[in-house]
């Protein structure tokens, strides 16, 4: 199939509106997408419309139009997470055992059909919520739609799928750890998570009720304020709805964990990743480091403190009559619920006040934060081999933040080398919502992005970048260890001036060693990119004293590489003053 680019909500509404197209005519270019993209990952879905019904519905929005409505999303392709009613839709929350056939929409849902959106069907999702990976649900795994060996992040999976694959314009996720700011990360998105209370819960299966946000991904900011616009407001048939309010961000002075705080779990390019968006961000204002402890203590209270009872609370009954039907990891982690005392829950309800305290605080110096919205991602293999730890790991920035009542947006920052996204979410005091929006469009202008990668539409071959040094060079002794393995030329670059290079003594052919080094220079490599299995079977055939791993090239990325043991260095000549091997090859000859 061709590649569908993502759509513009604000785009379509004005188009509909503007009689130069129809919502029917949306809708048919929308079921053309879906069937094209069903080959690719149809689990993006637990249900979906009709096309008839679909067509049906958009004839009444193009009806409305005519008739003189003012529809601000007239025609818009919606999708929705299916832990939220939509009705003539069973909710399943993943869990077939679980599904019923809701008698009302939720409050947000009724607001943006009423507003002219055309809802698609409903997207899958970690069960019951309870993931940031997107691998716990019986209806198959979403995939980063980049690249389908990763895992596409949750619990809204589906629906930040549907929109990085252009299947929607824009999709409806949730929010209690970071559910609507990982996927977002992962997929090149925006992901708006408004203020708790700002957006109505009613109609919304709960994880845990006094933390949950109903949240939007789009691939813009512009549909994420339009979105907001709709669907944010008071509505007295929630009890934790509150009235709207907006929150200026007066100054530009940026909090952001302390260095020796950060943790990219071995992820140089996340690190890489961050600290660019961070250089870019200092030309809005003053960064100033921040002491991630205490938010950090306070995230822990989500999933190891009395919190994960709120969960188990939200599934008591099916826990209690059906537990088989519960994924074994989802059940894992909420059963544990069960064994909490009401004496834990209220020490933790004390502890979190002074912690929230503490945060509150932090404002009176800096207006929002910058953090990592994830350290990291993984394969969906690896989740499979470690769901738990891993899955913790992906909420490392993001468990603190619903806790501490904050406003977050999360906001593209780059792309890591096998195209999934990387990104940073601000946050900010609650009601700053429409303020970070705005700190969004300074940063995104300034950030010289460049836009998502493609599709991946037939699974990519997992490749490695490898810079070489010495005998593995072009024209050299051992390049044919490459050229063998189909390796690609990526092209010539120095190394960061962190390293040394040596000539090891009494080695056939000539073999130099790579050395980090404060007092170092910049070293030419050159670099290659080669398949997976490839890398694997280069790495076994590297001798003693030599041995691959990470690089830093002078840009700031960081490759895997030829470095050296200690014993290396025995005898060793020291030709750094040359700048790289194929200078010392011309000295010897």
């Not at 096998?418 to 609650?430: M, S, V, W």
Request: aromatic share 8%.
């Amino acid at each position: 199939m061709i590649a569908p680019g993502r759509r513009s909500a604000s785009a379509i509404a004005q188009a509909v509106a503007s009689g130069a197209t129809s919502a029917v005519a949306v809708a048919e270019e929308t079921l053309a997408r879906l069937h094209a993209y069903d080959s690719i990952q149809s689990q993006i879905w637990i249900s979906r419309a009709s096309p008839e019904a679909l067509i049906e519905a958009a004839r009444g929005i193009d009806a409305r139009v005519a008739a003189g409505e003012t529809l601000p999303l007239a025609g818009v392709p919606f999708a929705v997470k299916d832990n939220i009613d939509v009705a003539g839709f069973e909710t399943t929350a993943a869990c077939p055992a679980f599904a019923y056939q809701p008698d009302a929409s939720a409050t947000v849902v009724e607001r943006l059909l009423a507003a002219g959106a055309l809802c698609v069907g409903k997207t899958n999702l970690d069960q019951f919520a309870t993931g940031l990976n997107g691998t716990r649900s019986p209806y198959g795994s979403p995939r980063n739609a980049y690249n389908l060996a990763y895992v596409s992040g949750g619990s809204s999976s589906g629906s930040s799928s549907a929109v990085a694959a252009g299947l929607v314009a824009f999709a409806l996720g949730t929010d209690t750890a970071g559910s609507g700011r990982v996927p977002a990360a992962f997929q090149h998105l925006i992901g708006f998570k408004p203020s708790k209370g700002r957006w109505s819960n009613r109609g919304v299966v709960p994880a845990c009720r006094t933390l949950d946000c109903v949240t939007v991904f789009t691939d813009d900011t512009a549909d994420a304020r339009l979105i907001d616009s709709v669907v944010a407001g008071y509505d007295a048939a929630d009890a934790w709805s509150k009235p709207l309010a907006d929150r200026p961000i007066a100054r530009k002075t940026i909090g952001v964990p302390r260095r020796d705080q950060r943790v990219f779990f071995g992820d140089p390019e996340s690190e890489y990743l961050y600290d660019r968006a961070l250089a870019r961000l200092s030309v809005l204002g003053d960064i100033v480091e921040i002491d991630y402890a205490p938010l950090q203590e306070a995230a822990q209270l989500l999933y190891s403190g009395p919190w994960v009872a709120e969960r188990t609370a939200a599934m008591e009954s099916i826990l209690a009559s059906n537990p088989q039907a519960i994924d074994p990891t989802v059940r894992e982690i909420v059963s544990v619920g069960l064994e909490t005392r009401a004496v834990d829950l209220f020490n933790g309800i004390y502890r979190l006040a002074e912690l929230k305290r503490h945060a509150d605080t932090l404002w009176e110096s800096i207006d929002l934060m910058a953090f990592p919205t994830t350290g990291t991602t993984y394969r969906v293999a690896e989740l499979a081999a470690a769901p738990i730890a891993l899955n913790s790991a992906l909420g490392f920035y993001t468990n603190f933040v619903n806790l501490l009542d904050m406003a977050a947006l999360a906001i593209p920052a780059g792309t890591r080398a096998n195209a999934t996204g990387f990104g940073i979410t601000l946050i900010g005091p609650a009601d700053t919502d429409r303020a970070l929006l705005d700190v969004a469009d300074d940063y995104l202008a300034i950030a010289d992005l460049p836009p998502p990668p493609p599709l991946d539409l037939e699974g990519k071959m997992q490749t490695v970048k490898l810079a070489v040094v010495g005998a593995h060079l072009k024209d050299m002794p051992l390049h044919w260890q490459l050229t063998s393995r189909d390796a690609t030329f990526v092209g010539a670059f120095q190394t960061a001036p962190e390293y040394r290079l040596y000539a090891i003594a009494n080695s056939t052919p000539p073999k130099p060693a790579l050395v980090h080094s404060p007092d170092g220079a910049g070293i030419a490599v050159e670099v290659y990119e080669l398949g997976v299995a490839e890398f694997g079977s280069f790495v076994v055939e590297v001798p003693p004293p030599l041995a691959i791993g990470t690089v830093t090239l002078a840009d700031g990325t960081s490759v895997k590489g030829f470095v050296a043991e200690p014993r290396a260095m025995t005898g060793a000549q020291d030709i750094t003053h040359l700048g790289g091997w194929r200078a010392y090859i011309a000295q010897m000859t």
